[in-house]
């Protein structure tokens, strides 16, 4: 009986360890207010790419284009549009990593928010100097750790997967949103 009781309070343990990581730091709602504070409106403006605009995206992004349908959200001030912002989520080491990226409407990157990260290592992408590094970014740039972005020591699959993600989401909006 005494080991049954341990071994109950052992899965236990692990349970809530294992489940300690997953660390939800913004909403969709939060982030798109902290990438564009000055705007007065928010519309859906979802993207169901087509093959000839995927096949652009690869070209660009020297990446598989991943997906056809995209969710994005444009920020607006009146009649003016102020960007976009693009929710998407890559693999960490295991577990999923959601991000958004604030773009202008030129495409160009104005901020990247980590929303949710459920590794137990890694978590230092969400710091603010590291995301920095993508800002005034574009297609044209050669956007890759290593080359412009840092790598973070023990972050090293969450970098590369992130900046591997930006890239993927700057082609895109080269492809399907530059105005």
Excluded: C
Excluded at 41 to 46: G, L, M, Q
Excluded at 96 to 115: N, R
């Amino acid at each position: 009986m005494k080991a049954l009781q341990w071994t109950v309070v052992a899965t236990g343990l692990v349970a809530a360890t294992s489940s300690a990581f997953a660390t939800q730091y913004l909403t969709a709602q939060q982030a798109q207010a902290l990438i564009f504070p000055q705007a007065g409106a928010f519309k859906e403006a979802n993207l169901q790419l087509t093959a000839e605009q995927m096949h652009a995206i690869e070209s660009l992004s020297g990446l598989p284009a991943r997906s056809a349908a995209w969710r994005v959200i444009s920020a607006w001030q009146g009649d003016k549009l102020l960007g976009y912002m693009v929710l998407d989520d890559v693999i960490g080491k295991f577990e999923l990593i959601s991000y958004a990226v604030g773009l202008a409407p030129d495409a160009t990157v104005m901020q990247v928010e980590i929303l949710a990260y459920r590794e137990s290592h890694g978590f230092e992408i969400r710091n603010a100097a590291w995301r920095k590094q993508f800002v005034g970014k574009t297609a044209a740039d050669k956007v890759a750790v290593g080359d412009n972005i840092a790598n973070i020591s023990g972050a090293t699959l969450s970098s590369t997967h992130v900046t591997d993600g930006v890239r993927r989401v700057v082609a895109m909006a080269q492809v399907a949103l530059k105005k």
